[in-house]
């Protein structure tokens, strides 16, 4: 999220942009973000905090007290590496809610995701069908001799070739 002013008043909607959030709270989704004491904030909540000139929404993985300083671990829930250590006077507030208008896409990427894990055991019985149909349709539109019979005329052949 990507805004200079501070939460004036105790609740505030703002547009999130961005990516480190994505499939929970996607770029231009409406965040509903509420202020809050810091002795609120519990390990997995989803604050607000400034940094450098805009703000950020990650999630809370640690709190601490270092020399007797509150301090939390944050991180985005795509990012891989940690953020810096957010101090109390940094947190602005805590997402307490967020609009639905993209939720469609969480079910969407797992149902994505799903298939790719699965592709390879989906592709295999759905080839067995096909080949399953083929075969039977190989028989009944082309009936021909049983294979015993083929087998054992080949035998007699290959056994009178060498005479």
């Known amino acids: 999220m990507k805004n200079t002013a ?4 105790e609740h505030i909607e703002v547009c999130a942009s961005g990516q480190c959030m994505r499939f929970l709270i996607n770029d231009g989704q409406v965040v509903i973000i509420k202020k809050v004491d810091v002795t609120d904030i519990l390990i997995g909540d989803i ?3 400034r940094e450098n000139e805009g703000f950020l929404i990650h999630r809370v993985l640690f709190k601490y ?3 007797g300083k509150t301090r939390f671990l944050t991180k985005g829930d795509m990012s891989f590496d940690f953020d810096r250590p957010v101090e109390a006077d940094q947190i602005e507030g805590k997402v307490m809610d967020f609009s639905r208008l993209y939720s469609w896409s969480v079910g969407m990427f797992s149902f994505v995701f799903f298939l790719i894990t699965k592709l390879p055991v989906l592709i295999k019985h759905i080839l067995f069908f096909i080949a399953a149909i083929i075969i039977s349709l190989l028989h009944k539109f082309f009936p021909g001799r049983k294979a015993h019979s083929i087998s054992g005329q080949l035998v007699s052949f290959l ?3 060498g005479n």
Do not use: G, P, R, T
């Open 6 to 9: 501070s939460l004036d008043s």
């Open 65 to 67: 007290i270092k020399n």
């Open 159 to 161: 056994s009178n070739k």
């Open 47 to 49: 604050v607000v905090f």
